[in-house]
């Protein structure tokens, strides 16, 4: 089943040839886009949706996400924002309840974040594990997020658990844990960071994970300035997120490698970090993503429109810098040609705004503006 949706008032594409199309229509035929341009040149289709001028644009790519948990931290939250600082060792609270938690309640909570994600235009998301930290519960967490999400990251190295033994732990998530979880990801990844793993132990992790064939992601330089983004770039990680606390020379390290820099702003606003320097990475040539980090502790919001109205009004980006950023540069994060982009044989990701154009994403923060969501070629009305 095809359907053309026409009368667009203005269409983002990120397409190099393509670009922002005024006066647009988009053919979206199964899970694929046939056919984008002109709305007066559009060919036929099964069904034809009126979009009233409104703007569209990819569905966001949401390239970093934490959602299978359970629990709340809603005191930790209250906490910081009385004075007290965010520190690695409030993940253990979420670990606990995770364990205790059947598959079902995990189910639920993963649906519903996942859902939530999808009404306010997320189109692609990518989820980790990490609130396991036994073999078993990092495999369950890994079948687990396989079942809702369209990527997804091992992250059994995201705190040393108490009572663990630092290397004891290293060498397991490096090794049996691995071994176990390796088939249900494609992706690893280090929390590297003082209070979760040091530069050796991160390094151990993610040398073991490529060995296996997984592509890497690092945590970095969130809480301070550190060895994450020089190690990620070193190793060929695809991304290393947050990016918080950056040194000129990381900036240059960068600069100068296909690793995107994924910035987390609404993690570091619920932390009281400062907010990453996106004007300074993409002068220098860096490429930048922006995704929520929604997760119970440090971020606890799935809205990429948020995530974007901040980039515009507190980062210095451009409204179509910070779109491209959570479109094309997520995709981009997660090494995919097929998402973040409306051009024939892409996915068929479509987001529509009750807005004539993408500007209102940061002229009115706040505003729920989606309008209709196609994922995958399935509607997803908001
Ligand atoms: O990306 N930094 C490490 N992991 C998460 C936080 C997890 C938590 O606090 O539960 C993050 O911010």
Known sequence: MSVLVTNLGELTTND????????????????????????????EADSRVDAEGRAGLPGWVDSHTHLVFAGDRTAEFGARMAGEPYTA?????????????GDDQLRAGLRKHVAEAVAQGTTCIETKTGYGLT???EVRSARLAAEFADEVTYLG?????????????TDLAAGEMLDAVAPH??????????????EAQSRRVLKAAAARGLGLRVHGNQLGPGPG????????????????????????????????ATLLPACDLSTRQPLPDARRLLDAGATIALASNCNPGSSYTSSMAFCVATAVLQMRLSVPEAIRAATLGGAQALRRTDVGILRPGARADLHLLDAPSATHLAYRPGIPLTWAVWRSGSPARP
């Open 16 to 43: 190099p040839e393509l670009g922002v199309v005024s006066d647009a229509a988009v053919v979206l035929d199964g899970d694929r886009v046939a056919w984008v341009g002109k709305a007066k040149g559009a060919p």
């Open 229 to 260: 983004v020089r190690l990620a770039v070193e190793l060929g990680a695809a991304s290393v997120d947050h990016c918080t606390h950056l040194t000129e020379s990381d900036v240059d390290a960068l600069a100068g490698s296909d690793t995107v």
């Open 135 to 137: 073999v078993a519960d």
């Open 89 to 101: 060792g409030g993940i253990a609270v979420t670990v606990a309840a995770t364990r205790a938690a």
């Open 185 to 198: 990801v494609r992706w690893a990844d280090v929390f590297c960071e003082t209070g979760a793993f040091d």
């Open 157 to 169: 190295a995201h705190l040393v658990p108490p009572g663990a033994d630092p290397d004891e732990y």
